[in-house]
């Protein structure tokens, strides 16, 4: 794990509209979209996706720029692993130390889409090796939406959900977040709030 790291980023639950809100000043032209392979990944200060269902969505952020994926595991195109690391490769510096990751998605009872976890734990294999420390939501039963702000080193998560009743109630945002997702983890390196 990378302890030269000096800074925490956030990870902020928001309602549908807030969410619309921030993707607007985000601007389309940094929306990583269907197909969902590594050829529609964004590498900006800010990026998001939507729809993350069965899909793994997989980021990398220094606190300066955001690589962003949205990985279907139905499209063939993605079933070579090997490509998909590669490409990272040439996009970030793995050696950075204030690399840090984020993965989102995954479903484990979907039968038309069985690749599903296994992608989902590619993707935290590819994070562990490298020693990228990296937060991670699995498994839901919503579609959600993920986004990037390096101006406030913020990640963005959203769906329908997340309101903003639940975000008055007296429980805590990991434990609204537990409701929405199978497996947490968030790295000592994040924080988790509303």
């Not at 990985?71 to 950075?96: G, H, M, V, W």
Request: net charge negative; glycine share 4%.
């Amino acid at each position: 794990m990378n302890n030269n790291i000096t800074f925490k980023s956030s990870i902020r639950l928001v309602p549908q509209g807030e969410f619309n809100n921030i993707i607007q000043k985000i601007g389309r032209h940094n929306s990583v979209n269907y197909p969902w392979t590594m050829k529609e990944s964004i590498l900006s200060e800010s990026a998001y996706t939507t729809r993350i269902f069965d899909c793994t969505a997989c980021g990398f952020t220094d606190g300066e720029k955001v690589l962003l994926n949205h990985i279907c595991p139905t499209n063939p195109e993605n079933r070579d692993f090997k490509s998909i690391t590669d490409f990272i490769k040439k996009k970030i510096n793995l050696a950075n130390n204030n690399l840090q990751g984020f993965i989102l998605g995954s479903k484990t009872d979907t039968p038309e889409s069985p690749n599903s976890s296994i992608l989902f734990d590619k993707f935290i294999k590819f994070m562990e090796e490298h020693g990228i420390p990296f937060s991670m939501f699995k498994g839901s039963k919503y579609e959600n939406n993920a986004a990037y702000l390096t101006s406030k080193d913020e990640w963005i998560i959203s769906n329908p959900a997340i309101t903003d009743s639940e975000r008055t109630t007296h429980l805590s945002p990991k434990e609204i977040t537990s409701k929405f997702f199978d497996e947490i983890t968030i790295s000592e390196l994040d924080e988790l709030s509303w």
